[in-house]
Nanobody
Framework: QVQLVESGGGLVQPGKALSLSCAAS????????MTWIRQAPGKGLEWVST???????SYTDSVKGRFTISRDNAENTLYLQMNSLRADDTGVYYC?????????WGQGTQVTVSS
């Protein structure tokens, strides 16, 4: 049974950093592309970043230079390091298996950027 469990969210001041994790189980993590997606309050889903099995990465323009996606295939864990956070980064962050079409999702972790 596939499980994706996000953690690391919380309340943080603008300009600060936060690190998210996604623990994966029940499938071949190391051979899957993994993605972070977020949903701001009252808005739709927004693709944030994707990492391929070979650790090639891509980012939405608004987070380039601030966020870093990574993976630890030995630990079956996906990460998102978020620096220089802004109020418009607020939302629920989900990890998902796949890219553009997502086979599985986690339950999400709330990130709130506010002073």
């Amino acid at each position: 049974q596939v499980q994706l469990v996000e953690s690391g969210g919380g309340l943080v001041q603008p300009g600060k950093a936060l690190s998210l994790s996604c623990a994966a189980s029940g499938f071949g993590f190391k051979i899957n592309t993994m993605t972070w997606i977020r949903q701001a309050p009252g808005k739709g889903l927004e693709w944030v970043s994707t990492i391929s099995p070979g650790s090639g990465t891509s980012y939405t323009d608004s987070v380039k230079g601030r966020f870093t996606i990574s993976r630890d295939n030995a630990e079956n864990t996906l990460y998102l390091q978020m620096n220089s956070l802004r109020a418009d980064d607020t939302g629920v962050y989900y990890c998902a298996r796949g890219f553009l079409e997502y086979n599985d999702w986690g339950q999400g972790t709330q990130v709130t950027v506010s002073s």
